[in-house]
């Protein structure tokens, strides 16, 4: 019944920002933990930030201190703010639920293209 839906990629030079969004078609974040995962041409898929039901936040550390992820509940939003972006940061970006990713949510994702 769920649908994800990503939003707010774009083309950006590094040190610049974007604020990315997933809207669910239903509220799911109360029962499970979502997360942001990017995938790179030639890359695996990697988790970079996550938040719990709790509002614990996670992020893998080539992030930590530029990417911030938040949720407003009343939107079925969850959002990854995206500061200081730096080139390597180039890849789809898709959210889906943490730790098993269920596989009929992903969508389409967001492209992020960090270039001068």
């Known amino acids: 019944q769920v649908q994800l839906v990503e939003s707010g990629g774009g083309l950006v030079q590094p040190g610049g920002s974007l604020r990315l969004s997933c809207a669910a078609s239903r509220s799911i974040f109360t029962i499970n933990t979502m997360g942001w995962y990017r995938q790179a041409p030639g890359k695996e898929r990697e988790l970079v930030a996550d938040i719990t039901t709790g509002s614990i936040t996670n992020y893998v550390d080539s992030v930590k201190g530029r990417f911030t992820i938040f949720r407003i509940n009343a939107r079925n939003t969850v959002y990854l703010q995206m500061n200081s972006l730096k080139p390597e940061d180039t890849a789809v970006y898709y959210c889906?639920?943490?730790?098993?990713?269920?596989?009929?949510?992903w969508g389409q994702g967001t492209q992020v293209t960090v270039s001068s």
């Open positions: 889906n639920t943490v730790p098993l990713a269920i596989s009929a949510f």
